[in-house]
């Protein structure tokens, strides 16, 4: 009984690991010109391999080790969009890198079965601003009202640009 219990408790845990069928497919950015340099912008690159993966019916969109500066991303049905350890996706701080109203680095109109994973960054680079003084959202100055979550501070709006999932 030990045995068949262990057994099925094995199977469930290989399944529950499993990606679904349609990430199978891989777009890795760099495929479709992301150099992962900080100051070369990202996004026709990135939007050009979730656009690939969703025409094959979805897949992982893979950030390998960079950095990427990129504006709004639109993500698409079964799309997995997959920042690897060591990459670091920043969000543009250029207004004209996020047309249409779209205020968020990360989109979604509608789409179904998405997730962003891995295990690196995505730095949407907030700012607030302390005493007069332009603070990166990320640093905790240990002043009173500078303690920071989520890219914004405790109690007040911040400009944070999170992710938009509708």
């Known amino acids: ?3 068949l219990t262990l057994c099925c408790l094995l199977a469930f845990a290989a399944t529950a690991q499993q990606r679904p069928k349609e990430w199978n497919h891989t777009c890795n950015v760099r495929d479709y010109g992301a150099r992962g340099v900080r100051e070369e912008r990202a996004t026709q690159a990135i939007q050009a391999a979730i656009d690939a993966c969703a025409a094959a019916g979805g897949g992982r969109v893979v950030l390998p080790p960079g950095a990427y500066t990129s504006g709004a991303l639109l993500l698409k049905d079964n799309i997995d969009l997959h920042v690897e350890a060591g990459a670091v996706l920043f969000s543009s701080r250029a207004d004209e890198d996020f047309p249409e109203g779209r ?3 990360v989109n979604s109109d509608g789409a179904s079965r998405i997730a962003l994973t891995g295990r690196g960054v995505i730095d949407g680079q907030s700012r607030y601003e302390y005493g007069g003084v332009l603070v990166p ?4 100055t240990g002043l009173p009202g500078s303690k920071m979550w989520g890219g914004r501070e405790y109690g007040s709006a911040s400009p944070c640009r999170a992710a938009r999932i509708s």
Do not use: I, N, Y
């Open 137 to 140: 959202a990320h640093v905790d």
């Open 1 to 3: 009984m030990r045995c």
């Open 103 to 105: 205020r968020a680095l």
